[in-house]
């Protein structure tokens, strides 16, 4: 799991996992905000998958070849970590809010 942490961009990761931890502070004190929380962290995400991809993208460009696709593919590979813990922290702010909703 720590690996997953340090190959998705330790600084991408420690702000998804601040946003994990306000999450949790949200449900507690703020629970309108429980949802816009998830789907920053989502969006955030996909910011850094975008960040990375770019400059993956220019590292390619300038070495003018590459020596093989597992080059390209383990790039790929750590650049959708983030998007992924951040669509993980998504589906659990998503939980949160079903079991915060008022029974009927």
């Not at 340090?6 to 429980?34: E, N, R, S």
């Not at 300038?62 to 650049?79: C, D, E, F, P, Y």
Request: hydrophobic residues 60%; proline residues 4%; charged residues 10%.
């Amino acid at each position: 799991m720590f690996k997953l942490f340090v190959d998705g961009g330790v600084p991408w990761m420690i702000f998804m996992t601040l946003i994990f931890i306000t999450l949790f502070l949200a449900a507690w004190k703020a629970p309108a905000w429980v949802k816009e929380i998830g789907i920053f962290a989502a969006v955030f995400g996909i910011f850094s998958f975008l960040v990375g991809f770019i400059i993956g993208s220019e590292a390619i460009a300038k070495a003018h070849t590459v020596l093989s696709q597992q080059v390209i593919w383990g790039g790929v590979r750590v650049s959708l970590i983030a998007p992924a813990y951040g669509l993980f922290i998504y589906g659990i702010s998503l939980v949160i809010r079903i079991i915060q909703k008022p029974r009927i």
